[in-house]
């Protein structure tokens, strides 16, 4: 089982606030990776970090910041909320690039399903 | 560019196999993967395949691997309900650390 864990799983808030998606991974993996998901199920890659002080801009342009000053820390945070922020936000992990003995597995933590209105 | 497709939905009687179909357009991939999605939850990987390998079964999982044609497909024998959930391909580009996905097969089972 994977321990890579989100807060909060579900979160209701008005426009205009700020908030921050908290997730946490205990494998000592390097690599964190931020996910939104869309109504019609399609992933798309927002940030992600190869390390301690490490964050890069995923496929998909996103109003959020990322930090990651530890590397078992990966928040997500949106500093003034809007309805077109509403989504499922998944984080994962993986230990190492997909080459020799490693898969590159992604391990997702259950998400975190964020409704502004 | 990069890009993984597969179709959206998938019906299927329970005790029937179910196969699910991706195709992928970069040639050097690395590892090709199935995740599999429960309703509320984050993804799982279910099974993964080496891209020099044709095949590899696991139980109820086969997968199949086609280079040539750039095919990946995923079978599931004797279908059970708890296998209703939503399957993503994916896979990893060599000298890329990023893992490409597709965007889902919703598989329902039918009683």
């Known amino acids: 089982e994977a321990d890579i864990y989100q807060t909060p799983r579900y979160l209701v808030i008005g426009t205009g606030k700020k908030i921050t998606l908290e997730c946490s991974q205990t494998?000592?993996?390097?690599?964190m990776y931020w996910y939104q998901q869309d109504p019609g199920m399609e992933l798309h890659l927002i940030h992600y970090s190869y390390g301690v002080n490490s964050t890069e801009k995923g496929d998909l342009s996103s109003e959020s910041t990322v930090s990651r000053i530890r590397t078992e820390h990966f928040p997500l945070t949106l500093e003034s909320a809007r309805p077109s922020h509403t989504s499922q936000y998944l984080c994962?992990?993986?230990?190492?690039?997909?080459?020799?003995?490693?898969?590159?597995?992604?391990?997702f933590g259950e998400g975190s399903r964020l409704t502004v209105l | 560019g990069e890009d993984v497709e597969q179709s959206l939905f998938l019906s299927v009687r329970e005790g029937d196999s179910s196969v699910i179909n991706c195709t992928y357009t970069d040639s050097s991939s690395t590892y090709l993967y199935w995740y599999k999605q429960e309703p509320g939850a984050g993804l799982q990987l279910l099974t993964y395949?080496?891209?020099?390998?044709d095949m590899k079964q696991d139980q109820r999982l086969t997968v199949l691997l086609n280079k040539k044609d750039k095919h990946l497909s995923l079978r599931i024998a004797d279908t059970q309900t708890g296998d209703s959930a939503i399957y993503f391909c994916?896979?990893?580009?060599?000298?890329?650390?990023?893992?490409?996905f597709g965007k889902g097969t919703r598989l329902h089972i039918l009683p």
């Open positions: 494998m000592g993996h390097d690599k």
């Open positions: 994962a992990s993986s230990e190492s690039s997909p080459t020799g003995p490693n898969t590159g597995e992604l391990f």
């Open positions: 395949i080496f891209s020099n390998m």
């Open positions: 994916a896979e990893s580009i060599t000298g890329d650390d990023k893992i490409i």
